[in-house]
């Protein structure tokens, strides 16, 4: 069964622009034009239906704790690795049913 994942709030309870909103994608290496790095590149959905849909838990939760591979953020200040959306709290969900492809006559 497909999985999406959902973002809540930040882990210090702070709510965000992505608070309430589904995954599609995520860029960890993103940097801006001018060089700049605030944890990568998010995008999010309202509809459950724009998802991206992982193929189980434990895939969807790896992108979650997905960080950059670039040498100059892939560890934080104190050495651990840099894993920026594990900043949020997040749930794994069903990913919503297909619509039906059938036409009614």
């Given at each position: 069964m497909?999985?999406?994942?959902l ?35 998010l ?63």
């Open positions: 497909s999985v999406v994942l973002f809540h709030e930040r882990s210090d309870g702070q709510r965000t622009e992505h608070s309430g909103r589904y995954f599609v994608s995520y860029q960890p290496t993103h940097h801006w034009a001018n060089g700049d790095y605030d944890g990568g590149l995008v999010t959905a309202a509809d459950a239906r724009e998802a991206f849909q992982f193929a189980d838990a434990e895939a969807a939760l790896l992108a979650w704790k997905r960080g950059p591979s670039c040498r100059c953020h892939c560890f934080r200040p104190d050495g651990r690795p840099n894993r920026p959306l594990t900043a949020y709290t997040v749930s794994v969900e069903p990913a919503p049913a297909a619509a039906s492809m059938e036409t009614k006559a």
